[in-house]
């Protein structure tokens, strides 16, 4: 048996949201999602066994120089919780060594590709590698949903709603049939205010709430037949009304929740004004203040030079759709 594992796992957008949590023990959405699994926004794992004499778990960060350290005290406990759950008490000591190619906790899903190749790296080194069902459940329960749509690639659609049983996330369709990008606009690229998981327990207070939940299954509907047809412009006018969306129920929650940022609002003016000059763009945001601009390959440098010329926009990150987790010889080493 080997004892050192090494997972890469990416972040996704989500062009439906997960926004409201009706079964927080069992991390159970209240309504179903649709997103997008990138390629070049990454976590790296490596996970290894440590001697019967080891008393503790080491966990250890790669941050963005490339330097490792202790693990930041909230994602050190995120990962021992996970570990705990998925080795039980008795267990093996293990050390974990992670990091992301990407700004943390900014909104783009660096705690669904994080837990997930945490997810990945645990189970192989255990137990045997996860088929992709059981890696999007076990991911999940980390406490981070959109993980079960990171345990796939290409185009993922995660049930959720009253009615529906606990199960996986499930590709509609693969990333080569249709291949969209993802220009990251990132305005902001600390920590955001407020976590999604307070997010997600606020949303339930929104007086639109309710009706949200309605209109979701059409709209759900609507952008993957607009995937399945490769139809660009019903995609973009069903994605933009789905991200504002999740913001209105934000901003009318108690209480109220403000992720977008004066340079947010200017990099939706300038993807408005793209898409007039007849560039393929739309827009859709998480629970941060960064703005993702979905295009087509064709028209990803061009959109890329205007969003970056915004003013209030630090810098971007061009992603496009990937092709899930996997494992590597390529381990962290601790320091
Ligand atoms: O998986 P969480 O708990 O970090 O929530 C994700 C929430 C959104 O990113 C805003 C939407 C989504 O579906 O990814």
């Keep these: 048996m080997t004892d ?103 909104g783009i899903a660096s705690s669904a590709s994080g837990f997930t190749a945490l997810t990945l790296a645990v189970t192989t080194l255990l137990e045997g590698e996860p088929d992709p069902g059981r890696l999007s459940v076990l991911s999940r329960l980390s406490g981070s949903g959109s993980a079960a749509r990171s345990a796939l690639g290409g185009y993922v659609r995660w049930p959720g709603g009253p009615d529906t049983p606990a199960g996986p996330a499930v590709q509609v369709a693969p990333a080569d049939h249709f291949r969209l990008c993802d220009v990251i606009a990132v305005v902001d690229d600390g920590p955001k205010a407020t976590s999604s998981r307070e997010g997600h327990r606020r949303a339930l207070t929104s007086p639109y709430f309710a009706r949200r939940l309605e209109l979701l299954p059409e709209r759900i509907r609507t952008v993957e037949r607009a995937l399945w047809d490769r139809d660009f412009a019903a995609f973009a006018e069903a994605v933009e009304t789905e991200a504002v969306d999740l913001h209105l129920i934000a ?16 990099v939706l003016a300038a993807v408005r004004a793209l898409r007039d000059r007849g560039v393929a763009a739309c827009a859709t945001i998480d629970a941060g203040p960064n703005v993702h601009v979905l295009t087509v390959p064709e028209h990803a440098e061009e959109v890329r030079r205007a969003v970056a010329a915004v003013p209030g926009v630090r810098h971007t990150i061009a992603d496009e759709a990937g092709y899930g987790p996997y494992l590597c010889d390529d381990h962290l080493t601790p320091p």
Aim: hydrophobic residues 40%.
């Design 4 to 106: 050192t594992v090494t997972a890469v796992a990416p972040a996704n957008i989500a062009f439906v949201k997960y926004w409201g949590i009706r079964d927080e023990a069992e991390v159970l959405p209240a309504n179903p999602s649709l997103s997008m699994t990138l390629s070049r926004c990454v976590s790296r794992c490596t996970v290894g066994l440590l001697g019967a004499d080891a008393g503790a778990d080491e966990i250890w960060w790669r941050g963005a120089d490339g330097e490792t350290g202790p693990a930041p005290r909230p994602v050190a406990e995120g990962i021992r919780a996970q570990l705990r759950r998925l080795r039980g008490a008795e267990g093996p000591a293990l050390r974990v060594v992670t990091g992301n190619t990407f700004p943390t906790a900014a």
């Design 251 to 266: 901003m009318s929650a108690t209480p109220p929740t403000f992720y977008w940022q004066p340079g947010t609002l200017a």
